[in-house]
């Protein structure tokens, strides 16, 4: 097959069998395929799109590209959640040893913040000691022991994606939503899975800024996986304001200690049994039940131990990480607080130094936001809004000139 040939079908609008996709991911992986043709093929994609079975195709491929994690018959139920990320979206901490307490195992393979959207694996990264980086025995080895298992993607698992990803990073291709259907779901089959939740989100501080945009996002996700032999459900929801009370590393680390003991945020727990019960054995009530009585707070902890964590640390992640200034953003109004944009705050926190701009940036686990005050709240001249977490007076004081922006009080 001539790659410039299937380049030029794509750019006009052809449809690629998926021998053509098959060839074309394969050469890419073994660097048969230079990057300026890979490029030039996801610019096509992105401007002409792709048909669901090109889609598929694409995320077969890829998954195909590298190993897979494999399992036994008569090994439990594998499950798992994926979220297109937000502010404050914690959610994973506390949903996989949930979902491990009812006798499902949850194989998670997360990824890293980008931009203002935190990521599972540098929130993981506060607890001291811990290690996302396991090889696939390791990996078998916690599930085996705890039921789950919360890493990032190994060497082995879709190559082609990490190539792809970091390609369509810096060739403005990665808002293309067939490429990004292949890309998450080609991880996510990867783990081998009975049953997968898609959390897909909209809003100011989402990847997907229309509600049209996620729908549409969600209905390619739900197709590859049920094409795939996943079940496959979604609960699509606005990212208007932050998740739960926090937004930055040990922050929300400290916020899920405090949901896996059951005691909120009321808005953290309700996402996390939503998701969690679109993919359980158990309802909603069980799940609950089992969250309340600290049975996923222990099985957390074991996770944590397993995997290389300092479990003593876990009920005082913000003396561990404590950042040298902290300051109160005050109403300065009374009335019902309507905005607590979840943008504004991300991109805040993001300038905190607690995220990343570009893939190598270093990354500061005590700053970020926290006691963040929800919407609907009546509140009064004076009350604590948020909490400003920096590492320095000058980023304190330009945070909370800043903030003010991001927040309506009527
Ligand atoms: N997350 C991924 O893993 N891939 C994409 O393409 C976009 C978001």
Not at 122 to 143: A, C, M, Y
Not at 350 to 355: I, K, M, R, V, Y
């Given at each position: ?15 690629l ?11 890419f ?17 992105y401007f ?19 190993t ?24 994973s901490?506390?949903?996989?040893p ?23 694996l ?8 811990f ?5 696939e ?6 599930i ?11 060497a082995?698992i879709?190559?082609a994606d ?17 490429l ?5 779901m ?5 783990e081998g ?22 729908h549409?996002?969600?209905?390619s996700?739900?197709?590859?996986g049920q ?9 699509l929801?606005a ?6 009370e ?19 945020p009321?808005?953290?727990?309700d ?29 957390f ?5 397993a995997?290389g964590?300092?479990v ?20 300065t ?9 979840a ?44 909490r ?7 980023a ?6 800043l903030?003010?922006?991001?927040i309506?009080?009527?």
């Amino acid at each position: 097959m001539h790659i410039p040939t299937l380049i030029e079908h794509k750019r006009d609008g052809g449809v690629l069998s998926s021998g053509d996709i098959r060839h074309v991911i394969d050469a890419f992986t073994r660097g048969d395929m230079p990057e300026y043709q890979m490029s030039a093929l996801a610019m096509a994609i992105y401007f002409r799109g792709m048909t669901p079975e090109e889609t598929a195709a694409l995320t077969e491929a890829m998954l195909h590209s590298g190993t897979m994690l494999l399992w036994n018959d008569h090994d439990p139920m594998r499950v798992d959640k994926h979220s297109t990320g937000g502010i404050g979206d914690k959610t994973s901490l506390i949903l996989a040893p949930l979902l491990a307490c009812d006798n499902v195992w949850v194989p998670m393979i997360s990824g890293r913040g980008l931009g203002i959207t935190g990521g599972t694996l540098d929130k993981l990264e506060s607890i001291p000691g811990f290690r996302t980086q396991l090889n696939e025995v390791e990996i078998h080895n916690v599930i085996d022991r705890i039921g789950c298992v919360m890493v990032g993607q190994t060497a082995g698992i879709c190559p082609a994606d990490k190539k792809l990803y970091a390609l369509r990073d810096v060739t403005g291709t990665v808002p293309s939503i067939p490429l990004i259907t292949a890309s998450i779901m080609s991880k996510k089959l990867a783990e081998g899975l009975n049953r997968l939740v898609l959390d897909v989100k909209w809003g100011s501080g989402a990847f997907m800024k229309t509600e049209a945009d996620a729908h549409h996002l969600a209905q390619s996700l739900v197709t590859v996986g049920q094409a795939m032999g996943v079940r496959s459900s979604v609960r699509l929801s606005a990212m208007n304001e932050p998740t739960g009370e926090s937004a930055g590393n040990a922050l929300e680390v400290a916020e899920c200690v405090r949901c896996l003991k059951g005691e909120g945020p009321q808005d953290l727990e309700d996402i996390v049994l939503d998701l969690a019960s679109a993919v359980s054995i158990s309802p909603r009530a069980e799940l609950r039940a089992m969250l309340h009585r600290g049975e996923a707070w222990l099985k957390f902890q074991k996770m944590v131990q397993a995997q290389g964590g300092n479990v003593e640390t876990l009920e005082k992640m913000t003396s561990v990480h404590r950042a040298p200034f902290i300051g109160e953003l005050k109403a300065t109004a009374s009335g019902t607080l309507t905005k607590m944009d979840a943008g504004g705050i991300g991109q805040a926190v993001l300038e905190l130094g607690a995220g990343r701009s570009k893939a190598a940036d270093p990354i500061d686990y005590a700053v970020g936001c926290d006691q963040i005050a929800k919407t609907g709240t009546q509140v009064q001249a004076g009350d604590v809004l948020l909490r400003v977490h920096a590492r320095t007076k000058g980023a304190l004081f330009r945070t909370l000139d800043l903030l003010p922006h991001s927040i309506e009080i009527v």
